[in-house]
């Protein structure tokens, strides 16, 4: 389902349960030790799709821990990410020659519990999403916009290191798979991206997101580019 909205040169797996033996290696099974054993069945399951992806650009299967901050350590030459929720695993993989970036978010095709939309929206973003619903498609808008920020943090925090906001990235969502995110973040750090631009997929009651930013371009160029609400490269 996901390699429909993926771009160019990305690599993916994905699964619908935690059925299929997906074995750890040692270093993964002692992270795992003391979690519950529906989150080692998931970690397992994640890692197994990250590998099968990494296999597709012809890397032996290899451990993945995290590198810190929570995000996977890939090996060299390459950017992926990971999600998982009720009902999805998948990993997706490029190399970094190719990709810069890369960041996919899996969420329940459903409302955002009540008080979260205003915690991690601005009032120019929720006008939007009102617009969107005018469209009366069934789209559940706020928890697009939710999934498109984790997205994106995914994408931006191995280049930056750094902690990014929800109220940091400005999105502009469009009503036919694409979006668009601009961020803003309150301590910016040069080397990272600035823009993302990404796509959206409503399926069998699962909400799929992926951000990504193509190799060779120079994140510099992005700071003087555009402010707040001007995101509409999608
Ligand atoms: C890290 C975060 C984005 C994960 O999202 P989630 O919906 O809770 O969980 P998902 O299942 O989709 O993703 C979890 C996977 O994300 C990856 N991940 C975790 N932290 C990461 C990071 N800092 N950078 C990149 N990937 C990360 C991991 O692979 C993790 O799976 P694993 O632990 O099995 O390896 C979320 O927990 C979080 O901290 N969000 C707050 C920051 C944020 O989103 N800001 C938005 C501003 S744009």
Same mark, same amino acid.
């Given at each position: ?6 771009p ?7 699964a ?11 270093? !993964?099974?002692?992270?795992?030790? !003391?979690?519950?054993p ?8 994640a ?21 810190? /901050? ?35 978010d899996? #969420? ?16 120019? !973003?929720?006008a ?13 808008w ?22 990014? /906001? ?5 999105? #502009? ?24 631009? /990404? ?22 160029r ?11 490269a999608?």
């Open positions: 389902m996901i390699e429909e909205i993926l160019p040169g990305v690599r993916s797996a994905e619908f349960d935690d059925l299929a033996p997906a074995p750890l290696f040692p270093e !993964e099974a002692a992270l795992m030790a !003391e979690r519950r529906g989150r080692r069945r998931q970690f397992a399951t890692r197994a799709c990250a590998r099968r992806s990494l296999g597709e650009l012809g890397f032996a299967s290899r451990p993945l821990l995290p590198a810190g /901050g929570g995000a996977p350590q890939w090996p060299d030459g390459v950017v992926g990410s990971i999600t998982h929720c009720d009902g999805y695993r998948a990993a997706v993989v490029a190399r970094s020659v190719e990709v810069a970036a890369l960041g996919i899996a #969420e329940p095709a459903l409302p955002l519990p009540h008080g979260v939309l205003s915690l991690v929206s601005s009032p120019a !973003e929720r939007l999403l009102e617009r969107l619903a005018a469209h009366g498609t069934g789209v559940c706020d928890r697009l916009l939710f999934s498109a920020k984790e997205a994106v943090y995914k994408a931006w925090y191995p280049g930056a290191r750094q902690w990014l /906001g929800f109220r940091d990235v400005h999105v #502009e969502i469009g009503l036919a798979g694409t979006f668009a995110a601009l961020l803003h973040p309150a301590d910016p750090v040069p080397v990272a991206y600035r823009r993302f631009t /990404g796509q959206w997929l409503v399926r069998n009651g699962l909400l799929l997101t992926v951000v990504s930013r193509t190799a060779g371009t120079d994140p510099r992005d700071v003087s580019s555009g402010a707040p609400g001007s995101a509409t999608y």
